[in-house]
């Protein structure tokens, strides 16, 4: 028969066993696991604190930029083009270069443009194209072209077609082609 | 009396000769102590347990709280302003990066054009931001300067591509009734953009017409047709010296 002491102590040593089994050894995991998710979450908020602070500094840097320069910026890329603002300057810079300006329509947007529509979006200015008609000398057209890239926004000419006229005078067809920076909305563009 | 009274005697003694008792008690002292001291450092080690999980557990909510106040300070307002700029300004870049000069390019063609030549007929397109293609109708006079006007645009600096092709040779009757030989071809010429890029220059740099916005309408409310077709009397003379081609 065991004897008395020997049983308590055995008891004893069971006891703890349990312990360390039952309480001890999950304890440790769940401090463990914890530990790693604060070790996680110290890392996430120090990221996110370095994107906030990174977005204050660009805040700050946005409000320190002057409000014309925020404003030729604008200008030079718009949200969107107007296609009665863009026709008069056309034809301003034609007045200006002495030309005979005969007309100007607004087409569409760029050919290439659509056809890689999905894969330049968001990425690349949305480019519009305006046909110019106008007559005029040599250097009255070379005037106009020397103009249109004075202007403060782009009139860029993609397309250009002279031909001669009786009396010596000059027809000139440009595709001008102007940015924006977003698509309009979609029953502007679509033919 | 045979034997001794002792022997006899029907009340038990105490035997004098203990038996000397053989337990091992020095054995289980020692497993008694172990077994309370692994017992007590269990439950030692259980509390230290319990403690050292709350504590961590208040350090990874802390944490948690933390990272919470980061994200409620995140400005979404802020960021949007921030990516609606740098999305403008890179497109406005990119743009700029590859503003070119068609003024140039007849600069460069009235420079590459010999006097016996004339331009029938002439057409430019721009090429995906990468070139300028020219396609020209040219009438001369002779065979020689065919070939001299191509090997001036071959020699050309700024003219990259130079094919001639469509080559005819005509009688042509002026208006008086002389008689005399043209010769005319089509030359494709390219001219990469990065050969004509746009320079403002002092002289040249806010020439283009200064539109007026929002002076048009009148204090009566009607547009005022001199000041839509207002422009800067600004002008650039350095054209005016160059002998046209066409």
Known sequence: MIPKGLFSQILMIGAAVAIVMTYIQPALVGVQETQENTGLY?????????????????????DAIAASDKKRLATY????????????????????????????????????????????????????????????????????????????YPLEVHELTISVLDGGFLSATMRIVTYANSLPIPSQFVN | MPGSSQDTSFIPKNNTARRKRTTRSGNVYVLSVVSYIIFFSSLAAAAGVFFYGGYIQSQFEQEVLAMN???SSFNEADMQR?????????????????????????????????????????????????????????ETDTFD??????????????????????????????????????????????????????KPTGSTAGAAPFIPTEDIISNEGEVTEDESSEVSEETTDEDTSNESTL
């Open chain 2, 145 to 198: 300067s065919t070939l001299f006007q191509r090997g001036i645009f071959d020699r050309n600096e700024v003219v990259e591509v130079v094919e001639v092709d469509d080559l005819v040779i005509d009688d042509v009757t002026t208006e008086s009734g002389l008689v005399f030989k043209s010769v005319s071809f089509t030359a494709n010429l390219a001219i990469p953009l990065t050969a004509v890029p746009y």
């Open chain 1, 77 to 152: 890329m718009p949200d969107d083009v107007d296609e009665v603002d863009v026709p008069r300057t056309i034809q301003a810079i034609a007045v200006q270069s002495g030309v005979l300006f005969k007309n100007v329509v607004y087409e569409s947007l760029l050919d290439s443009y659509l056809r890689n529509q999905t894969a330049q979006a968001g990425t690349y200015p949305i480019p519009h194209v305006f046909t110019v008609t106008v007559d005029g000398t040599y250097l009255q057209i070379k005037d106009m072209l020397r103009l249109l890239e004075q202007n403060d």
């Open chain 2, 82 to 138: 921030v990516i609606d700029f740098d999305s403008r300004l890179r497109k406005a870049h990119e743009r700029v990066q590859k503003s070119v000069s068609v003024a140039s390019v007849f600069d460069a063609l009235e420079a590459a054009t010999v006097q016996s030549v004339r331009f029938e007929s002439f057409s430019l397109e721009r090429d995906s931001d990468k070139s300028f293609t020219i396609e020209a109708r040219i």
């Open chain 2, 69 to 71: 106040n980061e994200v």
């Open chain 1, 42 to 62: 110290q890392a996430e908020r120090q990221k996110i604190s370095a994107v906030n602070s990174l977005l204050t500094n660009q805040a700050s840097r946005l």
